[in-house]
């Protein structure tokens, strides 16, 4: 890795990034227009980004929180934890002296905003071992982590164990790389039988007492309380957003759906995500009163991805849709099924619900949103079994009234390539035009995302979608 | 050497097997050594772990499979769709890592294409947690209980205690065995080569366990009396990774001037814990033996279990190196090779890392001058090998 990538603290560089982004909140539209000319490298981000108005400002305030609380954990004598996206932060936040710190989140950002992305960070995962056909969302800022770029991490604790080994094996290759407590949440085959429940629940009971111990406090009930409560608000502002997606047009722009689950994988149960939460909805409310696209021109075609989205340079997908009119309705990333969701399926136990009444509940109700959180719920068992992959691709793309299916992902991940054709000649028979792609989300060296673009355009002609 | 052993490790249609079948037998396949073996004795089954040795296309497994996956699943697959598995009565497809467990998918997908590729009687998913111990463990005996319950209903077989207790006595001979030819590989001079062992190892995969059992006591008697150890090595090496049941990967090793003397690889022995009990609750002591160990990598956060049991091995048997392979896009090998590298050489071993394709499918002669490279390095001489703390 190169010697200078060391001697600029990663999350320092992203606190910096966005505590200076979010004061764009208060300037003029003129002023923006000058900025966007003098930053020409990243105006293709900026630009789209700050044109959807409020929520966007918010969510760089809730990033400027995140990175500021992280490189002030040690000074304030909190412990950081290295964790994943599918993991959902809330617990960390309840014991008050624990900052999270997700290693996906980071490979997003370097992704959109570097035309290099996270590329030296992920060769650096080589140059120490770690194997080059590992997922590249966690080796993209895990290079950091290793090299003493970011942070110092304290503890790791993930939920990924039977769902991803690609993943549960970067978190543990990291841990006893740095030679720290290593947690990992274990997940069986199947999601709703009781006895899978009973296993969540005394799992994630475990999980909380490594964290008490190598955390070195106990977590506060009333914060816990007032965290969940303020996830169901959240979940029901979501909820609106969702149902708000079912209209024809799509009223909701579709970087929304980064600016949401970035956030919640970041910020879970904070107040300023809530805010984030009603300026989306106020928006997308205003579109679908004057049945406006949320992309602010006509909607051709909807596209569900079912799996995730692409985060090349400038968010290189989103714009595309956006440009060919091809309204994006969200993907594997964007659905957590708690139990008022309008996609919830009317099954016992696929869904979660949040239960305030006491400790037990509470902590069940963690576990339950974890075994719920994107990838752990839908792709943990067989794609064809019941409420799994298939199914649940099937039942978004009805509910959302989608033209086609798009699968985009990482080489790195080998539980979906090993049956992606699978579900796709599935989805095929169910009418619905798949498209995969072969690019990594994460890393522009395996497919330029010309190339995607150049594939994707063939695929939506060719099947007359657009 | 023993011609039947031998044969076992090279090939999948085998006559101990037909003639199983032909008196009446039912034989399961399996594809993790995290799936008991005893249970399926104890039920009077022939449980046979599955092999992709001989594959020479892929051409079945590259259509249900997408390109990033390890060739090790893909090559049982094309077996399977070729017909090579054809004496199966069932199989259990089990957890051991992401691809591996989409063979049950991807193998029942395959069928529908290709009537009778499924064993026809029972095709059957186990769960195996990614802990050794606590709520993990409990779930896992919670799983080999409802294995049993499945075979019974499925077979009409009744699983006793006492027969489950009398199939444990006898896979802990069979380990007691293998034991002792591990000892043996340890002299110095080698009385054994890595392939005559190696063989052994894999054969025990495959064949009855009486007719396993008599070949490998033959062959331990065989060693000891030997007259003259294996002769003209250059180096005596140890082999760690992924899955091999590659018999030319150790004759290749081997052909360079070394002597293969261990391996911690699946189908090779990987366990060298204590016996499993054979008395109380023969459920719960198979649970504990075949979950506890951590020999693989998929037991996340269970590294330094693993290095301090490898590099315990590799101080007995007196290897001066150790070959660490991992199939392409085996990531769980892959990285821990990465940890393994750093530690063992820490401790003055020296490694080679290499990254292959699975079995007849791996390129040879980059692979051979790789290792006649890592023979001439190792021919410098270097200070004894230390164990890792425990």
Not at chain 1, 22 to 51: C, D, H, N
Not at chain 2, 156 to 172: M, P, R, Y
Request: glycine share 8%.
């Amino acid at each position: 890795m190169r010697p200078a990538l060391k001697e600029y603290p990663l999350d320092l560089l992203f606190a910096r990034t966005f505590q200076v982004a979010q004061k764009l909140g208060r300037s003029t539209e003129k002023e923006r227009a000058i900025l966007l000319q003098s930053v020409p490298y990243v105006s293709g981000l900026l630009g789209p980004i700050l044109s959807i108005g409020q929520p966007a400002i918010t969510f760089l305030e809730l990033m400027a929180d995140y990175y500021g609380n992280l490189i002030n954990a040690k000074k304030e004598g909190k412990k950081v934890v290295m964790t994943t996206f599918c993991f959902d932060p809330t617990i960390f936040y309840a014991f008050g002296n624990l900052v999270p710190v997700t290693l996906e989140v980071g490979t997003v950002i370097t992704s959109i905003l570097w035309k290099r992305g996270s590329f030296d960070f992920m060769d650096f995962c080589t140059e120490v071992g770690f194997s080059e056909t590992g997922c590249s969302s966690q080796r993209g800022t895990m290079g950091a982590y290793l090299s003493g770029a970011g942070v110092e991490i304290d503890l790791v604790a993930v939920n990924m164990g039977g769902v991803c080994d690609t993943n549960s094996n970067a978190y543990s290759f990291a841990a006893q790389y740095l030679n720290k407590p290593f947690y990992g949440l274990d997940y069986p085959s199947e999601l709703t039988p009781d006895e899978v429940t009973d296993y969540h629940h005394k799992d994630y009971r475990a999980l909380i007492r490594f964290l008490e111990e190598h955390g070195q406090c106990r977590f506060d009930i009333d914060r816990l309380r007032e965290l969940l409560e303020e996830k169901k608000i959240q979940d029901e502002l979501t909820n609106e957003l969702e149902e708000m997606q079912r209209l024809v047009p799509n009223p909701l722009p579709g970087i929304f759906h980064l600016l949401i689950y970035a956030a919640r994988y970041t910020n879970s149960g904070s107040k300023k995500f809530t805010r984030m939460l009603r300026e989306m909805v106020e928006v997308v409310r205003d579109n679908a009163t004057n049945g406006r696209s949320g992309m602010g021109q006509t909607e051709k075609c909807r596209a569900l991805l079912f799996y995730i989205d692409n985060f090349s340079f400038n968010v290189g997908m989103f714009d595309w849709l956006a440009r060919h009119q091809v309204s994006h309705m969200g993907s594997m990333l964007s659905r957590f099924f708690p139990d008022n969701a309008p996609y919830r399926r009317d099954v016992s136990g696929t869904c979660f619900s949040i239960d305030t009444r006491s400790l037990d509940t509470m902590i069940d109700t963690l576990a339950d949103i974890n075994a719920r959180m994107p990838m752990t719920r839908t792709i943990r068992g067989p794609y064809d079994a019941p409420n799994m992959w298939l199914e649940d691709s099937l039942s978004l793309a009805k509910i959302y009234k989608a033209d086609c299916c798009v699968y985009n992902g990482t080489p790195g991940c080998r539980n979906t390539w090993s049956n992606v054709k699978l579900i796709a000649r599935d989805l095929e028979k169910h009418g619905y035009p798949t498209h995969l792609v072969y690019a990594d989300a994460f890393d522009g060296r395996v497919e330029s995302w010309e190339a995607t673009a150049m594939r994707m355009e063939e695929f939506f002609k060719i099947r007359g979608l657009l | 050497m023993s011609s039947i052993l031998s044969q076992a490790a090279r090939s999948i249609d085998l006559d101990p097997v037909r003639k199983f079948k032909e008196k009446g037998g039912t034989v399961i396949g399996y594809t993790c050594s995290f799936v008991p073996v005893e249970i399926f004795h104890a039920a009077g089954m022939l449980p046979i772990r599955l092999r992709g040795i001989n594959t020479e296309s892929l051409n079945i497994g590259d259509a249900y499979y997408g390109p990033f996956v390890c060739t090790f699943p893909k090559a049982l697959l094309q077996q399977a769709g070729q017909g090579s598995f054809k004496f199966l009565d069932g199989a259990v497809i089990s957890a051991g890592c992401d691809a591996m467990r989409r063979l049950d998918e991807c193998w029942r997908k395959m069928s529908e294409d290709v009537p009778g590729a499924l064993p026809p009687s029972w095709f059957y998913y186990l769960d195996v947690p990614h802990k050794p111990q606590g709520v993990a463990l409990e779930w896992y005996q919670s799983r080999i209980r409802k294995l049993i319950q499945a075979l019974e209903e499925k077979f009409g077989v009744h699983i006793t205690d006492e027969s489950l207790h009398l199939a444990i006595s006898k896979q802990n001979k069979v380990r007691t065995a293998l034991g002792e030819l591990a000892e043996l590989r340890c002299l110095e001079p080698a009385v054994v080569s890595g392939t005559e062992a190696f063989e052994a190892l894999i054969a025990r995969n495959v064949l009855p366990t009486d007719i396993y059992l008599e070949e490998l006591d033959r062959l331990i008697e065989e060693v000891k009396s030997r007259a003259e150890p294996v002769s003209g090595y250059r180096k005596r090496l140890f082999i760690t990774g992924s899955i091999c049941d590659d018999l030319e990967l150790v004759e290749q090793i081997e052909a360079a001037g070394a002597v293969v003397v261990g391996e911690t690889v699946c189908y090779g022995l990987r366990n060298t814990s204590p016996l499993v009990s054979d008395t109380g609750d023969p459920v719960a002591a198979l649970s504990a033996f075949y979950l506890s160990g951590s020999v693989c990598p998929r037991m996340f956060g269970y590294y330094p279990t693993r290095l301090v049991a490898i590099s315990g091995r590799i101080k007995r048997t007196q290897a001066q190196g150790v070959i660490m392979q991992n199939i392409r896009f085996c990531d769980l090998h892959g990285s821990e090779n990465g940890l393994l590298e750093r530690d063992l050489e820490k401790l003055d071993v020296p490694t080679l890392r290499i990254e292959k394709e699975y079995g007849a499918l791996t390129e040879k002669g980059r692979l051979r001058m790789r290792i006649d490279a890592f023979l001439e390095q190792l021919e410098k001489s270097r200070p004894p090998v230390q164990e890792a703390e425990g």
